[in-house]
């Protein structure tokens, strides 16, 4: 069987650099790799938990904090060991309008509502459903997160406006030009030499921290004049404090946050669930959706309890952990310490880091992510799964991931539906055991979608006395199956003739039976072994 576009990508990230898993076992070489890894994760989560901070019109600082928070606990007691979590776009751009609206403290609020949401959705096994995303909606979503953290990438080519400082947005002011352009557009080309060539040379360090590592000693030696992470925000800050949200306890707040809070936790899973299933086909892991969701909730809880904007999985900062070789939950655990060790004691060195070696980093993660044999099937595979690539992507890109994934699903699902309306059709002949009588072998399943095909299948006028539908090739799937049924046996009755129901299999039995149709006998064989016929008419059941 050929391997998918989508298992041929995660082969390829899971097998770069390192090639290392979990079954090589611990030692100090896995240890090394895995704090390294963490190190590169926490270096490339600073720009971007700021800035979803700026998207979501919150302090910096919130931003960080989520990201060390849930980064923290879902690495602790997530289901992927490897996913990496933090505040996310996805999650920023929901949450602008409450706090425009309401405050900060309503924030918090929503993510606690947020987190016992998740819970509750984990307690219930609800992530299992995941399983019913298509596989083209999973291409779809990885190319279109791929575009998005390309898109995002570019704001860091602007020079910081005023709006940045208002908490407007990132990226606020003019596109750089002339010499500060060349000198930015040469280190993000550096850096993405460096990650690409590394590998070539040696494997001590992980690429991405040693293309981040190069570049900014670069820029400092020769004093270049470009952004840097201090150019955003101060980073530097306390631990983070416990703190009740300050918002009225009573049924108007609940109003107020729970459409928020219902909304964010649907993004969050999604895409946690999402990453969760692309992470465990790079590193060959399976399960784990219930207690992913689990540990997300009780990471929002805790952020919001902490002053955090809450989170979910981060599919960029995943690759850049997976690519540089983290395999356990250490690395996810070494990157929240990192992290909150630069926002207590490096802040200084970490502000002065180029942003071009971050979108370096940034960039090859996008050029990994991008599912790129996806074009090339395009022309092969049917043209509803092309359609749906193509459709998801758009939708990720200028929407969002839970809207483009529920998107995609209806229209496979009703792409499937209606496939399986248009195989319905029928076999004439005339029975070779009672003459005289017609048979009408029915093929493809009955459902909604091919009731009306199915009553359109029979030529009532011109039949004999006795019809069988024999449904040996079929299945009786739904309520509407049931009401097609009896219109036919109505047509047949009405006409003085005699319909009868042949191979029923124990499934359309019960389905039958609930309705009031057919007593069940324990004798039908769903392997339709044994000829089970049902008169309509008389509702007489006997076997042959």
């Given at each position: ?10 082969h ?37 938990a700021?800035a ?18 849930v ?10 060991p ?9 999650l ?17 609020a ?16 609800w ?19 791929a ?101 009225p ?92 060790s ?31 044999n ?13 359609f ?43 029975s ?9 072998e ?22 004999p ?26 047509k ?50 006997g076997?042959?």
């Amino acid at each position: 069987m050929k391997e998918t576009t989508l298992g041929k990508f995660a082969h390829r990230i899971a097998s770069a650099d390192h090639g290392l898993t979990t079954d090589e076992g611990f030692s100090a070489g896995r240890l090394r790799i895995e704090l390294l890894s963490g190190l590169t994760v926490a270096l490339a989560l600073v720009p971007e938990a700021v800035a979803f901070a700026f998207v979501a019109g919150v302090h910096p600082l919130v931003g960080l904090y989520a990201a060390f928070l849930v980064g923290l606990i879902t690495a602790i007691f997530g289901g992927r060991p490897g996913m990496i979590s933090g505040a996310t776009g996805a999650l920023a751009v929901v949450m602008v309008a409450l706090v425009a609206e309401h405050g900060v403290e309503y924030l918090f609020a929503t993510v606690v509502l947020m987190g016992i949401l998740q819970v509750f959705a984990g307690v219930m096994h609800w992530g299992k459903f995941i399983r019913l995303v298509p596989h083209p909606v999973m291409l779809g979503f990885v190319n279109g997160l791929a575009i998005v953290i390309f898109l995002a990438q570019l704001t860091q080519f602007k020079v910081p406006g005023t709006a940045q400082s208002a908490g407007h947005g990132v990226g606020g002011g003019e596109w750089l030009q002339g010499t500060p352009l060349i000198t930015m557009l040469g280190l993000v080309a550096l850096t993405m030499a460096i990650i690409w060539l590394m590998p070539r040379v040696t494997r001590i360090i992980p690429a991405p921290l040693a293309g981040i590592g190069i570049v900014a000693a670069v820029v400092i030696g020769f004093g270049l004049d470009v952004p840097r992470v201090g150019d955003m925000a101060a980073i530097k800050g306390g631990l983070p404090v416990f703190a009740i949200p300050s918002v009225p306890l009573n049924w108007e707040t609940f109003e107020i946050i729970l459409p928020y809070a219902v909304i964010l936790a649907a993004i969050g899973l999604i895409e946690s669930l999402l990453t969760l299933n692309l992470v465990g086909e790079m590193t060959g892991k399976r399960g784990g959706a219930s207690q992913e969701c689990i540990a997300q909730g009780s990471a929002n809880i805790v952020t919001g309890f902490f002053g955090g904007m809450g989170g979910c999985a981060m599919i960029g900062q995943s690759m850049i952990n997976v690519k540089s070789g983290g395999r356990t939950r250490i690395a996810g655990i070494a990157a929240a310490l990192f992290l909150l060790s630069f926002i207590l004691f490096a802040s200084p060195l970490i502000e002065q880091i180029p942003l071009a070696a971050l979108v370096g980093v940034m960039f090859m993660v996008v050029i990994g992510t991008f599912a790129w044999n996806s074009i090339r099937i395009l022309t092969k595979v049917p043209l509803t799964d092309a359609f749906v690539i193509l459709l998801v992507t758009a939708v990720t890109v200028y929407s969002d991931l839970a809207v483009a994934v529920v998107v995609g699903v209806i229209v496979s699902a009703l792409a499937y539906a209606w496939n399986n309306a248009r195989r319905i059709h029928a076999v004439e002949r005339m029975s070779h055991t009672e003459e005289g009588a017609k048979v009408y072998e029915i093929q493809g399943p009955l459902f909604f979608g091919s009731s009306d095909g199915f009553i359109e299948l029979f030529h009532i006028e011109d039949d004999p006395e006795v019809v069988i539908a024999d449904f040996a090739g079929s299945r009786v799937v739904d309520q509407s199956a049931l009401q097609a049924i009896e219109a036919v046996a109505g047509k047949y009755m009405a006409a003085g003739k005699t319909l009868r129901l042949r191979h029923l299999s124990r499934d359309c039995h019960k389905l039958l039976s609930k309705a009031g149709h057919l007593m069940v006998d324990s004798d039908d064989d769903p392997d339709y072994e044994i000829a089970v016929d049902y008169d309509v008419r008389t509702g007489i059941l006997g076997g042959h």
